[in-house]
T-cell receptor, first 114, second 116 residues
Framework: AQTVTQSQPEMSVQEAETVTLSCTYD???????LFWYKQPPSRQMILVIR??????QNATENRFSVNFQKAAKSFSLKISDSQLGDTAMYFC???????????FGKGITLSVRP | GAGVSQSPSNKVTEKGKDVELRCDPI?????LYWYRQSLGQGLEFLIY????????KSGLPSDRFSAERTGGSVSTLTIQRTQQEDSAVYLC??????????????FGDGTRLSIL
């Protein structure tokens, strides 16, 4: 069975600074996909970034980038130049190529301080 | 185009009543998923539909839960004889065909279900 672990329940960062959210996962599959989703108080899950396991290059989307360490089964999210609008819950999620469901971690609450 | 639409946004009902939650996926998305998010928890998979294939019901917690998808589009999640532990946010997501497994799932705003 696949599991996703987000060990930090909450974090706080000063506006304009950089923060890293950690995530580890466990699987015996070789073909899989990793995602970070953001959930603001509006409840909607918004895709932040995704990474294909077969790609060695770390994904980047504007201020968001990942540090994907396949051997360590680690998938951390770095947010640069944090903005007040980044305040939300962030979920790490995993899916294999064969199984369509997403397996989520328990999430981390990020607060950006002005 | 429009995103995933869910209704109602909030639902309060008495224990023992049946409830129906609706999801309208993004046009052209053949895959549809239901998840449950309990307070302070991550999302728990419930059920998955892909085109005309038999749904993957492996995440449904009990036989009180059922779902259908008519015409390959709109889906309804039904909870019979609701219990207090059913209180949660129910999220629906859709994505392109399973043939493109790396495609992300796009979520609706969810239905917050409260059982009194």
């Amino acid at each position: 069975a696949q599991t996703v672990t987000q060990s930090q329940p909450e974090m706080s960062v000063q506006e304009a600074e950089t923060v890293t959210l950690s995530c580890t996962y466990d699987t015996s599959e070789s073909n899989y996909y990793l995602f970070w989703y953001k959930q603001p108080p509006s409840r909607q899950m918004i895709l932040v970034i995704r990474q294909e396991a077969y790609k060695q290059q770390n994904a980047t989307e504007n201020r968001f980038s990942v540090n994907f360490q396949k051997a360590a089964k680690s998938f951390s999210l770095k947010i640069s130049d944090s903005q007040l609008g980044d305040t939300a819950m962030y979920f790490c999620a995993f899916k294999t190529g064969a199984n369509s469901k997403l397996t989520f971690g328990k999430g981390i609450t990020l607060s950006v301080r002005p | 185009g429009a995103g995933v639409s869910q209704s109602p946004s909030n639902k309060v009902t008495e224990k023992g009543k049946d409830v129906e939650l609706r999801c309208d996926p993004i046009s052209g998305h053949t895959a549809l998923y239901w998840y449950r998010q309990s307070l302070g928890q991550g999302l728990e998979f419930l059920i998955y539909f892909q085109g005309n294939s038999a749904p993957d019901k492996s995440g449904l917690p009990s036989d009180r839960f059922s779902a259908e998808r008519t015409g390959g589009s709109v889906s309804t999640l039904t909870i019979q004889r609701t219990q207090q532990e059913d209180s949660a946010v129910y999220l629906c997501a859709s994505s392109l065909s399973r043939d493109t497994p790396g495609q992300p799932q796009h979520f609706g705003d969810g239905t917050r279900l409260s059982i009194l």
